[in-house]
């Protein structure tokens, strides 16, 4: 188990297919808490480590692996940050992640691999308190900018993962909050904001549940 803190730091995850939103309303949100407590934005995949830079040449298709050694790759490139995501949190940094797990298991499940296989190795990484998810018709992602340059991003693959995001044994055990890509930035940011106040208030300072274990 993670060490606990009485004040620690928020975990919030964005989710979604390939142009939902994520990177703009994680980043929007990162600033949003930054103007009262410590916060550290983050995203995976890290393509800064080796594990990572082996991912980032599969996903823009200057390598290939198996789908299985590729989602053990996600996972391990998780692993990598989980014990500094874990130490942030205690020591009362908010910890903001474009991508995590949930990301895994979607992706590798639209690849054919199975729920529990895939959830195996990302099993007791730190929990997040939240989970935004960013919902978008894999049609209308495909019209923004520069879609179609990464490895999953045609029609076919997104509308699975899209399928794979719903399932109810991925989004087991953490709390989710579907948001809808066709409302308003503004709309859906002050959404999001009040989101994390919620989750802020259910894990304030003296009542911090202790951090959980994903998905164990
Ligand atoms: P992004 O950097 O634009 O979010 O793209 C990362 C791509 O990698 C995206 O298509 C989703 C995919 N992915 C996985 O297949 N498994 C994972 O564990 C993660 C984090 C991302
Ligand atoms: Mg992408």
């Given at each position: 188990?993670?060490?606990?803190?009485?004040?620690?730091?928020?975990?919030v995850v964005?989710?979604?297919?390939?142009?939902?939103?994520?990177?703009?309303h994680?980043?929007?949100?990162?600033?949003?808490?930054?103007?009262?407590?410590?916060?550290?934005?983050?995203?995976?995949?890290?393509?800064?480590?080796?594990?990572?830079?082996?991912?980032?040449?599969?996903?823009?298709?200057?390598a290939?692996l198996?789908?299985?050694?590729?989602h053990?790759?996600?996972?391990?490139?998780?692993?990598?940050?989980?014990?500094?995501?874990?130490?942030?949190?205690?020591?009362?940094?908010?910890?903001i992640?474009?991508?995590?797990?949930?990301?895994?298991?979607?992706y590798?499940?639209?690849?054919?691999l199975?729920?529990g296989?895939?959830?195996?190795?990302?099993?007791?990484?730190?929990?997040?308190?939240?989970?935004?998810?960013?919902?978008?018709?894999?049609?209308?992602?495909?019209?923004?900018?520069?879609?179609?340059?990464?490895r999953?991003?045609?029609?076919?693959?997104?509308?699975?993962?899209?399928?794979?995001?719903d399932?109810?044994?991925?989004?087991?055990?953490?709390?989710?909050?579907?948001?809808?890509?066709?409302?308003s930035?503004?709309?859906?940011?002050?959404?999001?904001?009040?989101?994390?106040?919620?989750?802020?208030?259910?894990?304030?300072?003296?009542?911090?549940?202790?951090?959980r274990?994903?998905?164990?």
């Amino acid at each position: 188990p993670w060490p606990t803190c009485g004040s620690r730091g928020l975990f919030v995850v964005f989710e979604g297919l390939d142009r939902s939103g994520k990177s703009t309303h994680s980043k929007l949100l990162a600033e949003h808490l930054g103007s009262e407590a410590p916060v550290r934005w983050m995203c995976f995949p890290d393509r800064s480590s080796p594990i990572g830079s082996l991912l980032d040449l599969y996903l823009r298709k200057q390598a290939s692996l198996s789908i299985s050694a590729v989602h053990l790759l996600f996972s391990a490139n998780r692993w990598e940050q989980a014990a500094s995501i874990a130490e942030d949190l205690n020591s009362g940094t908010h910890v903001i992640c474009d991508r995590y797990a949930f990301s895994g298991a979607a992706y590798s499940i639209a690849n054919g691999l199975d729920l529990g296989f895939c959830q195996a190795p990302d099993r007791g990484l730190p929990a997040p308190d939240l989970v935004c998810f960013m919902r978008v018709c894999p049609e209308e992602a495909a019209q923004r900018e520069d879609y179609g340059l990464s490895r999953y991003e045609y029609p076919e693959m997104q509308a699975k993962v899209g399928k794979a995001f719903d399932l109810p044994g991925l989004r087991a055990g953490v709390a989710w909050h579907d948001f809808d890509s066709r409302r308003s930035q503004e709309v859906n940011q002050a959404e999001v904001r009040d989101a994390a106040r919620q989750a802020l208030a259910r894990s304030g300072p003296g009542t911090a549940p202790p951090l959980r274990q994903l998905w164990a």
